[in-house]
């Protein structure tokens, strides 16, 4: 319709609101529309869109029931390479101490352009009745993390890396893989060709290149003019320029097919068949490019900013379960990596340490409190969870320890320390009539 071209210019109010209804919620570049300014700020388009503003209070209770297993959110933030501080939630089923402790896997999901952490809420349920954690922030520019601008993917992967170094720092952290969507999803793969650790990532409507979307749209019924190749070039450079003065990132380099040939992670694709701000093809594209051979490919319903249905999701979490081998890997902490971690009772901010000795103060003498300082720098510090050392029970390795009884060869005492009271020998044999004293050379010798 000609009459939309020359329309009368709306109050300055309703123009910016006709502009956020025809935006996607994971949008990179506006739908359509026309503003006076819009020459002027074409490159808030890519690194400021509409920031998701949201209360705390939506990422649902800290406490909860799901699929029968206990889990808890905890709420916390992480500082970046950047010096920008993001804010994050786990999502992690509880402990059940009675059959000792467990690693959980992690999944990282990344939320698209213009959205939150909040994206991440439909996949918890499903997951923490699996014993599997999840794990969402809000990228750096976006949500409630600090940040003026987002890059698309260039500068998010450093978020997801200081996310991946945190995790690995806990003992209870098991396999990690990756759920990326949009822009997430082009987070996920900038960031896996240079971590193979990373057990599987899932790509869901991922662009191949800044550049082809760009001129993609351009041509596209989403605007109500078709735009000729040799403006968007012009616009393309103009955008460069203020990206790179104000986000420090070149446009050009957000070309995720070329991490895509160098990546080996385990990976499935995912793009929806009426997706018509990101075509299928480029998940196709990614898909045909992808290094790995571990890689699948599914076409599901609905468009751009369709919530992945139960079947899905499904689909998703078997390909984690296989490539990350949940169902054949042994998740229990060994006890002595629990020992590290545990916390350490401390007073004052000061850690306690365990009294040396049955001794008093007073019976020490000069040289013997020397001794005790000395001896005192080599003791490790004490586990909260492990008693109190004692004569019966006492700690390896340190003072309390008990002097072993001088046995010989195999364990076996020698002749004359049977009357020893420490020897554990003599214990067996308290009480019984004393050996002659053939037999007795015949067991220091480990004879039948």
Not at 170 to 193: E, K, N, Q
Request: aromatic share 6%.
């Amino acid at each position: 319709d000609l009459s939309l071209l020359f329309r009368a210019p709306l109050p300055c109010r309703a123009r910016r609101v006709s502009r956020l209804a025809i935006m996607d919620c994971n949008a990179t570049v506006f739908g359509g529309g026309c503003a006076p300014e819009y020459a002027f700020k074409l490159w808030n388009l890519v690194i400021r869109p509409p920031r998701c503003v949201y209360d705390i209070s939506q990422l649902g209770p800290t406490e909860f029931l799901a699929g029968g297993v206990r889990a808890a959110r905890r709420d916390i933030t992480i500082r970046t390479k950047r010096g920008t501080q993001i804010a994050c939630s786990h999502f992690i089923p509880r402990q059940d101490r009675r059959g000792g402790l467990r690693k959980f896997p992690v999944i990282i999901y990344l939320h698209g352009n213009s959205s939150s952490r909040l994206e991440a809420w439909s996949l918890v349920g499903t997951l923490i009745s699996q014993h599997i954690s999840l794990f969402c922030f809000d990228a750096s520019g976006c949500g409630l993390s600090e940040g003026e601008y987002v890059s698309l993917g260039w500068h998010e992967r450093d978020d997801l890396a200081a996310v991946i170094a945190h995790l690995r720092r806990s003992p209870f952290c098991g396999p990690i893989g990756v759920w990326g969507r949009s822009m997430g999803a082009a987070t996920a793969l900038l960031h896996a060709d240079r971590d193979p650790e990373i057990g599987a990532i899932c790509l869901d409507s991922s662009f191949a290149s800044l550049r082809q979307l760009a001129e993609e749209l351009a041509s596209s019924e989403r605007i109500l003019v078709p735009v000729p190749s040799w403006l968007v070039d012009v616009a393309l450079a103009l955008i460069r320029m203020r990206v790179k003065v104000l986000a420090d990132f070149d446009i050009e380099d957000l070309v995720p097919v070329d991490h895509a040939k160098r990546c080996s992670v385990p990976a499935i694709f995912l793009h929806a068949r009426r997706d018509t701000f990101i075509s299928p093809g480029h998940s196709q594209q990614l898909y045909d490019a992808y290094k790995g051979y571990d890689k699948e490919l599914l076409s599901v319903d609905g468009d751009h900013n369709s919530e992945r249905n139960e079947q899905v999701v499904h689909r998703v979490l078997c390909f984690f379960r296989r490539t990350m081998r949940l169902d054949s890997t042994d998740f229990s902490v060994p006890s002595h990596i629990i020992d590290a971690e545990m916390a350490v009772p401390q007073r004052d901010g000061l850690p306690l340490r365990v009294p040396l000795g049955q001794k008093t103060q007073q019976s020490f003498s000069t040289t013997d409190k020397e001794n005790q300082n000395e001896n005192q720098k080599e003791l490790p510090p004490p586990v909260a969870m492990r008693p109190l050392p004692s004569s019966s029970k006492p700690m390896r390795g340190s003072r309390y320890e008990p002097a072993r009884p001088k046995c010989g060869p195999g364990g076996v005492p020698p002749r004359g320390d049977l009357d020893e009271p420490e020897c554990p020998l003599s214990q067996a044999v308290a009480g019984k009539k004393a050996l002659p004293a053939g037999a007795r050379l015949l067991a220091a010798r480990g004879g039948a």
